[in-house]
């Protein structure tokens, strides 16, 4: 005898030896299979419509069954059926098969199964086969156990073939919906190996959040660029693969086009009938999920003016949103969030937010190893993983204002781009450096007086950072003191900073690096203070006076007895004013001192620091921990 069996049956069976195991049983029977079957959603929700019991009353009572071992099934005893249970273990890959026991009940299920499946000539043994035959050759406990749930088997049979025949049915985009939708399963069909490296922990989130009952919708909140939507690719290309949790696998992923939804529908009730039928398309099949980027963009969208927002998009949503008859997912920013999300709590309570933050540099080139593969394919141009660490070296010096990991892919696309006009099959640095606007002429034709200033500059907040107990997590990837986009010289920290209690001292920290730079050029060139600190000294402030108004850190206005938003502090009277004033300067008095000592203190490695700066212009943060690390260990000797 030989049994196949679907993945979806593997699963089932492995979810039953957990069940033995957790209830101490002495073998497999018929409730262990109806109780391992609930994590089959259509089985779930025939047993739910069939039974009007709820999943903790069907639990409840199956935990109570299976804890009283009061069980009328009989392990097997006939050679057939030992084969049987054999087979089936094996083709699991159970191993150390001889010690699970397997029921009578449970042998005969399996053996009408394959038999069906013979009959049919089909491969394999699937899970409607086994759903089937449960019920077409029920045991007295689970006659038991729909008897229980006042559940009529032949109206539950009825329900769950029903189920099984409209997920047959094939999925298609209703006509009406053609230009905004897209099925990114079929997009990403032609290449389902590929892989998205990093973001595990974000999935595992968004694949915990829509298992739930109800709630099940998402929202991911991160800046531009820093690969929201990738998180979604990497969803589907998990589905296409086969990783994702079971009861996504025939899951299909949708993204919509907001602007497309809305655009062409002139007149009244145009934009209303196009949400009307994309409602409908997600009641209708339960297995879609909906991504929305750009989320925002649907508060207001198909609604004017004098319609007071009425028939906006987001209203349309918020019925389908409060139910579980589907699962969104949506993308916006942190600022657009705040400006739409922030004034609408109904919409804001469906979701639960995901926050998606900008990479680690050093986690960059795994994320983008197979679209780097995908852009050689295109160009025809090779680049290196040295060249691939440069971009992301000078991109985090030129082109700070943007996120990986979508500025570094960009880069390198244009780089390639570059490269190919040059006549080349490969990225150089050359390739690389025409594409920033970065001006090394200008960095040797400056004084060596503006080019040691900038450089003190630099190095005092990478010194005052690095020495930090507070801004331990703030790691520098690079220091440039090359002129570039309005500025003369940049310290590159990745946003990695997990501190949890920011008390006072982790504020004087901040605000000590924030003034670090300037101090050094006081200290190291005894230079008058310059207009090149205007950024710097904003930042303090504005920390100081939020430490104070906000914070409760001002010890003559009450520790923890005060806050003030800008309108309160407007209100308040010139006494109270002057106070708040001479605490914030206080406080930046405070960590200048701070900053001053740590400046003084490493003299050294400053020195070190600035000489070769002013000799390459840039030091990357290997450059930097190199040099920090030979400095340590001098100073641990000395000690």
């Known amino acids: 005898?030989?049994?196949?069996?679907?993945?979806?049956?593997?699963?089932?069976?492995?979810?039953?030896?957990?069940?033995?195991?957790?209830?101490?049983?002495?073998?497999?029977?018929?409730?262990?299979?109806?109780?391992?079957?609930?994590?089959?959603?259509?089985?779930f929700n025939a047993l739910e419509q069939a039974s009007m019991c709820n999943k903790t009353e069907i639990l409840n009572y199956l935990n109570e069954l299976l804890t009283s071992g009061d069980l009328s099934d009989k392990e097997v005893e006939s050679k057939g059926e030992k084969e049987i249970f054999q087979e089936v273990l094996k083709e699991a890959n159970i191993k150390y098969h001889e010690t699970i026991k397997f029921s009578q009940e449970l042998a005969i299920i399996f053996s009408y199964a394959n038999l069906v499946v013979q009959e049919e000539q089909r491969s394999e043994i699937t899970i409607d086969d086994i759903i089937l035959s449960m019920i077409d050759n029920k045991s007295d406990d689970i006659a038991d156990v729909f008897e229980y749930l006042s559940t009529d088997l032949f109206k539950f049979k009825e329900i769950y073939e029903t189920s099984v025949a409209e997920k047959d049915i094939p999925f298609s985009i209703p006509k009406s919906l053609s230009g905004c939708l897209s099925i990114l399963n079929d997009k990403f069909s032609e290449n389902p190996n590929c892989t998205i490296l990093g973001r595990d922990n974000e999935c595992k989130e968004i694949w915990k959040t829509?298992?739930?009952?109800?709630?099940?919708?998402?929202?991911?909140?991160?800046?531009?660029?820093?690969?929201?939507?990738?998180?979604?690719?990497?969803?589907?290309?998990?589905?296409?693969?086969?990783?994702c949790p079971e009861m996504f696998k025939d899951f299909l992923i949708l993204s919509l086009n907001v602007n497309n939804l809305v655009s062409g529908t002139i007149y009244r009730g145009q934009a209303e009938e196009r949400y009307k039928d994309l409602i409908e398309l997600l009641e209708d099949y339960e297995n879609l999920i909906l991504f929305i980027d750009e989320i925002h963009m649907i508060v207001g969208a198909g609604s004017s003016s004098s319609e007071k927002n009425e028939q906006d998009f987001s209203n349309a949503l918020k019925p389908i949103l409060a139910g579980d008859e589907a699962i969104i997912i949506g993308a916006t920013t942190t600022e657009e969030y705040k400006k739409t999300f922030g004034m609408e709590g109904a919409l804001r309570r469906r979701f639960r937010n995901i926050t998606i933050k900008e990479p680690k540099t050093t986690e960059v080139y795994a994320m983008l190893k197979d679209s780097i593969k995908q852009l050689e394919e295109f160009h025809g141009v090779k680049i290196s993983k040295r060249m691939v660490n440069a971009i992301i070296f000078y991109s985090s010096c030129f082109n700070y204002n943007t996120k990986n990991p979508d500025r570094t892919k960009d880069l390198i696309d244009l780089s390639m781009v570059t490269a190919k006009m040059d006549g080349k099959d490969h990225v150089d640095r050359e390739s690389i450096m025409k594409n920033f606007g970065a001006n090394f002429e200008e960095f040797r034709n400056m004084s060596e007086e503006m080019v040691r200033s900038t450089a003190y500059h630099e190095v005092g907040h990478f010194i005052v950072q690095r020495f930090s107990d507070k801004l331990i997590d703030r790691k520098a990837i690079a220091i440039s003191i090359v002129p570039a986009e309005g500025y003369l010289g940049l310290t590159v920290t990745d946003a990695t900073d997990k501190t949890v209690n920011k008390d006072k001292s982790y504020f004087t920290d901040l605000i000590a690096d924030l003034l670090a730079g300037r101090i050094a050029e006081k200290l190291f060139m005894k230079s008058e203070n310059n207009a090149g600190a205007e950024s710097d000294l904003e930042k303090a402030t504005k920390i100081a006076f939020k430490m104070v108004t906000k914070y409760g850190m001002a010890s003559r206005l009450g520790e923890n007895q005060i806050y003030l938003n800008d309108k309160d502090y407007q209100m308040q009277t010139p006494a109270v004013t002057e106070i708040v004033n001479r605490e914030v300067q206080k406080i930046l008095e405070e960590a200048a001192k701070k900053a001053t000592l740590v400046l003084d203190e490493h003299q050294e490695v400053v020195e070190e620091l600035v000489n070769e700066l002013t000799k390459k212009g840039m030091l990357s943060g290997k450059e930097l921990n190199s040099i920090i690390e030979l400095y340590e260990q001098k100073q641990a000797v000395t000690v």
């Not at 929202?219 to 990783?243: A, H, M």
Request: proline fraction near 1%.
């Open 1 to 43: 005898m030989s049994i196949k069996l679907s993945n979806d049956v593997k699963t089932i069976i492995l979810e039953m030896l957990k069940i033995s195991v957790d209830f101490k049983l002495n073998e497999l029977n018929s409730v262990v299979l109806f109780k391992a079957l609930l994590v089959d959603r259509i089985f």
């Open 210 to 243: 829509m298992m739930k009952k109800t709630k099940r919708n998402v929202l991911l909140i991160g800046e531009p660029g820093v690969g929201k939507s990738s998180v979604v690719y990497k969803l589907t290309y998990d589905i296409l693969n086969g990783t």
